[in-house]
């Protein structure tokens, strides 16, 4: 009886790691499937057109003055429009779309804490009557890059390009710039045609006008 109950324990074990085996092989598949067809949908018409909506909602919101001679900041703030429209598209599905849906408020709370240092710091030099002399500081994270393999900087510079994806390993990091290329390729697109609209209305509406009675 014994060697029976021993001899049936590595039949089980077999079982449950063939099973745990199909599971996992399963898992993957259904993640690769769904990578696929998160990639694909950024080549959709439909795709576009929903993007081309929130894009236009969005760049309502800008406010631009032609007269202004500030053009690098209005078209930094455009930018900043299409990209959270982009964002919004991806429902903050992927990493990259969570980063830049959060990047506004954590941009916000760091000029907060940074005006509230400077004020602490004038205050502190006021009542000692002293100013210390700031010394150059050397990045750890330089001296730690230069020293790095070709493919380690490289991937350190793909996660630094793809929005969230800093300190993410390299399978993550493979995965959300794949997804983040294809939505940038959509924008493009979208945008190219939104422009090539607006163009090409501007330039009926001038026609109009001078193709109009003469007295």
Not at 78 to 90: F, I, P, Q, T
């Amino acid at each position: 009886m014994a060697s029976a109950l021993i001899s049936n324990h590595p039949v089980t074990n077999s079982n449950s790691d063939r099973s745990k085996r199909k599971k996992k092989k399963k898992s993957q598949a259904q993640s690769q499937e769904s990578q696929n067809q998160g990639h694909a949908k950024w080549k959709t018409e439909a795709q576009r057109q929903i993007y081309c909506s929130k894009l236009i909602q969005a760049l309502s919101q800008v406010r631009l003055n032609p007269s202004s001679p500030s053009a690098p900041r209005q078209g930094r703030a455009v930018r900043e429009a299409a990209d959270r429209a982009l964002a919004v598209s991806a429902k903050g599905r992927t990493r990259w779309s969570r980063a830049i849906l959060t990047s506004r408020i954590k941009l916000k709370f760091r000029k907060q804490h940074k005006r509230q240092r400077v004020v602490a710091a004038a205050t502190a030099s006021m009542a000692t009557g002293t100013s210390r002399s700031k010394k150059p500081r050397v990045s750890v994270l330089r001296l730690k890059g230069k020293s790095l393999p070709a493919v380690q900087r490289k991937v350190r510079l793909l996660g630094r390009l793809v929005p969230g994806c800093r300190k993410q390993p390299l399978p993550v990091i493979l995965e959300e710039a794949t997804d983040y290329i294809a939505a940038l390729e959509m924008q493009v697109r979208a945008m190219s045609a939104l422009a090539e609209l607006l163009s090409g209305s501007s330039s009926s509406s001038g026609a109009g006008s001078s193709s109009g009675p003469t007295s």
